[in-house]
């Protein structure tokens, strides 16, 4: 389910109120009302093919950055992220068992959610 990222960061550092709890209501890639804007938490369930190695993680954009954060590491999921230097997405990219050769699974559909959030 995507909810908002609890780490109390916002754009705007006005609002003290913590971010809404997980609601069966959210849809993938739309955060609840009142949850951070720029980030939601993303679990393989929200997604129709997963593309990571772990079961969860924040997808994040920041001036089109678009970024997935996993155990404290913020991994670059496009071009922009890459140029401001976070760093590659491969440890945690799952590789298409289909496809096989070292390929991996399309980060299409994440990487449309995390553009909404810009």
């Known amino acids: 389910m995507v909810v ?7 754009k705007d550092d006005s609002s003290t109120a913590p971010p809404p709890s997980p ?5 993938a890639g739309v955060p609840p009302e009142g949850a951070i804007k720029d980030r939601v938490w993303l679990t393989a ?3 129709k093919v997963w593309p990571f190695t772990v079961d969860q ?24 992220a890459k140029k401001v230097g976070f ?19 399309s980060l299409s ?3 449309e959610i995390g553009q909404r959030l810009c």
Do not use: H, I, K
Request: negative net charge; charged residues 20%; contains cysteine.
């Open 4 to 10: 908002g990222c609890s780490s109390g960061e916002s």
């Open 23 to 27: 609601s069966a209501s959210a849809q």
């Open 45 to 47: 369930g929200d997604v």
């Open 57 to 80: 993680g924040g997808l994040r954009c920041r001036e089109g950055a678009v970024t997935f954060m996993v155990d404290g590491t913020e991994y670059a999921l496009n071009g922009t």
């Open 87 to 105: 760093p590659s997405v491969e440890p945690v990219w799952a590789e298409d068992p289909e496809l096989g050769s070292g390929l991996r699974v």
């Open 109 to 111: 559909e994440v990487l």
